[in-house]
Structures are given as structure tokens and as C-alpha cells.
């Protein structure tokens, strides 16, 4: 048996969520979709199984389920919300249909707290609660924990199935939390993983390693060591390519499986032209030098910027370098005696997102971001090392490689870079202006600490021309718009709030030393209704 956990995703937008929190507990788990069939799930052999929530009702015609045989795997199960209530539904209870949700905070009435709601520390803040609950325990039948939960549900328990009991209740759901200790089935209609489940992160721990018996080993130390041994057999004697940005996921790939194969590895970096100021001679720096990669740096700019003279419509910048890209980056791969694999930086969040049940409309939102990927027609193999990690695990796993900080840290930055910041036409005065500005705003960035607390900071070159006064003269030039926000996914962001003070020092630095521009706003558009970038 693997001492993982197998999350089965029902649709819920928070199952990531739940993946996130268990591996916080140093215990690898892995989320698959609802039609995963039952030997599979025997094959996996995870010690512990959760479903999730999930948008629909079990009663609808081709809701969501799961083949039966699960419950006699006799591997522990927890049922989240709909998850729950699949559970009520197979094993012979009853669930409601509600055409309304509950949705907020609501008290747990905790009245067993021996396994799933053990050492709860009982936590719970005052201020309103969604479904409009009160204190609401009997003096007479106190519970032995109160802790606040987060709901959002439509239907709900009507009746458990046999040898199932109550563990917790709220004033609106008696059925808030069920068990059949004796087969170690466990149900919840609240979402423990969310953070206004104040207390759901020692319940999932209870679940997983209580009750379940996994043990945390899931460390990037561990994940280092087995992944190498992994590559080192799948590669054999064969070459790999890896395609490295400078970003933080392809830094990582690069690094990981050179430790692995070393010179049987051979990275290609693509100056398009479009690169931060001193990017180019970073990745030379770490790769290079320090790692002593095989890289191949090609110097496109002067084939990018010919293809991109006289445009200024975002997307077709984008097709262009996306397109100039391919052939590049084809020409150079073909130059690699007997490479077989071609290596990438996907992230789990990808994975998950493109087995998710409801893929179409985040797919669509993102589709335009692919351009800079790599050639779809390419003869090689794909090897994704990182591909079961999220963000802040492959930034642990890069610092065991021994990436410094500047790299595994590093804001995202788009493929098409630059292009996409200037407005209008591309020259090369004006990537030049750019560049500068945007290495001041930065420096300063991170001069006053503040680089790891934005999720990307940049500047963006803006066609417009104002007048100024500077000295005697007169001026009139471009203006400079900062930007910086905090976001978890850059699906949604908010404006990070700096003091008006750091950015006027930021705004007369650049103004003094930057040739070019005479005025610098900020921009203070979240998303939605803006994006990221401005282009
Ligand atoms: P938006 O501007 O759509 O950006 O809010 C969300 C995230 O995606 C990045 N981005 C891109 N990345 N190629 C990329 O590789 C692109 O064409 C592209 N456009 C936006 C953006 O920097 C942010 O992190």
C-alpha cells in the first residue's frame, strides 16, 4: 500500500484546496477525476480516500459517482459535501435537494471528539456568520467543541445510512459530520480545507494520519532523490532538451535533471530581444557557470524584432513570437544528436485543470498564454519531472538544487516578455527605455523588501507623450505606468498597496535617470475587471 492519499475531484472549484492541504502535512497525495474506474483506485493503493465536493445533486441524471466496490476496499474514506452525500446516497441514506445554498460560516457543535475531531481547539470568531446562527447549543447537552466552519452546499443528509453516527451538527445541518467508525467512512458537509474552517486543518490531519495511518515523508528532499534515480533509468544513454526561460518552473526541470544526467542534457535559452535588463546573463550565470549546463543561448533579437517591425496589435505580436519561436528553438533542437526527451516545467495545477470535469471555461481564459510554448509537432518524448507539484513546492525543490533565491523567487514573466509591456510598436530604443525603467522599479522593489510579497511587479511603456519642464527646458516624452499585484493563481489579482512614498522616490528616479520618460503613473485596476498585463 503507497502512503499516499487519492483525492476524487466531483467538480468542486476548492479540490485543489484539499491536494494543497494534505501535502502541507507531508503526505503525498493525488487528485483524479470522478470516472476513475475501481482498479485503478486498487492500483494507486492509497492508505486514504477523499471525495470532494462537488456542484451537483446526486440525484440528477448523470451526477457524478463512484463504483460501490470503493467501500469494500476497506481503505479509509471522507466525503466533503458532496462527497458526503454520495456516500449517504450509495450506502442506502437520503440527501434533500434545496434549490437554495447555505453558504458562510456556521458553529460546529462538535459532540464526538475522539478521531475526526480530535484536538480541535475549538476556535471561532464572532463577527456575523453566514447561515445566521447564534450560539446555538443546549445548556443541557453541551457539546465537548465548538469550532467555526465554512459552508456552501444546496442539498443536504436527510437520513445516514446503517451503522453510521453523528460526530457534529450545526443549527441548520444535524447531519454536519457522520461516521461509520467501524469501516472508517467519515462525512462532512462542511469544507474543512478552506481557511474559515478554522480548526479544518487538524481534522484533515486526524483523517489522514490519525485515522488512516499515513506518515508525513513527503519532503522535496525525498521527492529530489526518488525523481533523480526515476530520470537516470527512463533516460538511459539518451539526450534530453530543455527548454529554459529563466522562469522559475523550466529553472527548476533544468536543474533537477541535470543533477540527474548532466551532460546528457542540453538546455536551449531563446534571446528574443525582449528579456529583462541583465536576464540573459543571469540564466548564463546560474546554468553555465554555476551548474556547468550544457546551454545553448541563441541570440534571435534582430530575427524577432525584423518579424515584429510596424506591429502593434497584441495578438499578433504574440503569433509572431510564438511562431519565431517554434522555428528557433526547432532549428536548434535538430542540432542535438540522439535526443529523445523533450523536458518541461508542467505544474500540477495544470494537470489537475485539464482532467477536471468542468476544464472548458478556464482552458478557453488561458488558451492565449500558450504562444512561446514549445513546437506540438516535435518527434520527442515529453518529460515532466515536476508535474505532480505545485508552485511553492517546485520553488522548495529548486532551492535543494541549490537555485539561488533570485531565481526560485522570481515574479512571472511572459513568454512573448516585453513585447506585450510596450504599447504600440516595438523598436529597439524603446525595449531600451523599457529595460531600464523596469530595473530601477525593481531594484527598489526589492531594496525595500517588499519583492516576495507581490506576485509580479512591472513597468509598462505607454505611447502616450506629455509635457514636462526639466531644468531649463522643456520636455516631451513618453509616460511610464507601474504595476503591481498580489494574486494566488493570476486567475484574479488585487493591486498591492504600496506607500506613496516609496513611489514617488521610485517615479523621480526613473524620471532623473531614465532618458525617454518624463512622467510615471500607477495603475490601480484589479482583475477582474482588468488582466494582468495591459496588453
Ligand atoms: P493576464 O494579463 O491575462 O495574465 O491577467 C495572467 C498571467 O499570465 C501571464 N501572461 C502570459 N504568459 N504568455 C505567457 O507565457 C502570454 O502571452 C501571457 N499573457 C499574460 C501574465 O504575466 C500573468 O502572470
Partial sequence: MSNSVLIIDFGSQVTQLIAR?????????????????????KKIGAKAIIFSGGPSSVYEKDAPTIDKKIFDLKTPILGICYGQQLICHLLGGKVTSSKEREFGKAMLLVRDDLTLFNDVSGVFDLSPVGSGENFPWNKKNPPNAITQVWMSHGDSVKKIPKGFKVMAETNSAPYAAIADEKRKIYGVQFHPEVEHSLDGRQMLKNFVIKISGCKPEWTMKNFKKEEITHIKKLVGKNQVICG????????????LINEAIGKQLTCIFVDHGLLRKGERAQVEEVFAKKFKTNLVCVDESK??????????????????????????????????????FLAQGTLYPDVIESSHPNKGASHTIKSHHNVGGLPKNMKLKLLEPVRMLFKDEVRLLGKELGLPDHVVGRHPFPG??????????????????????DAIYIEEIRKAGLYDKIWQAFSVLTPIKTVGVMGDAR?????????????????????????????????????????????????????????????
Avoid at 244 to 255: P, R
Avoid at 482 to 511: E, N, P, Q, W
Avoid at 522 to 534: A, L
Wanted: aromatic share 8%.
Fill in 475 to 535: 520636455t516631451y516624452e513618453n509616460v511610464l505606468a507601474l504595476r503591481a499585484v498580489t494574486s494566488i493563481d493570476g486567475m484574479t489579482a488585487d493591486v498591492y498597496h504600496f506607500d506613496s512614498k516609496f513611489l514617488c522616490s521610485v517615479a523621480s528616479r526613473i524620471i532623473n535617470q531614465v532618458r525617454g520618460i518624463n512622467r510615471v503613473v500607477y495603475d490601480f485596476t484589479s482583475k477582474p475587471p482588468g488582466t494582468i498585463e495591459w496588453e
Fill in 303 to 340: 530575427l524577432f524584432l525584423s518579424k515584429l517591425k510596424g506591429i502593434s496589435d497584441p495578438e499578433k505580436k504574440r503569433k509572431i513570437i510564438g511562431k519565431t519561436f517554434i522555428e528557433v528553438f526547432d532549428r536548434e533542437s535538430a542540432k542535438i544528436k540522439n535526443a529523445i
Fill in 244 to 255: 529554459l526561460s529563466g522562469g522559475v518552473d523550466s529553472s527548476v526541470v533544468a536543474a
Fill in 416 to 437: 512573448p516578455g516585453l513585447a506585450i509591456r510596450i504599447i504600440g510598436e516595438i523598436t529597439p530604443e524603446r525595449i531600451r527605455v523599457l529595460q531600464e525603467a
Fill in 21 to 41: 492541504r494534505i501535502r502541507e502535512l507531508g503526505v503525498f497525495c493525488e487528485v483524479r477525476n470522478s470516472d476513475i474506474k475501481i482498479d485503478e483506485i
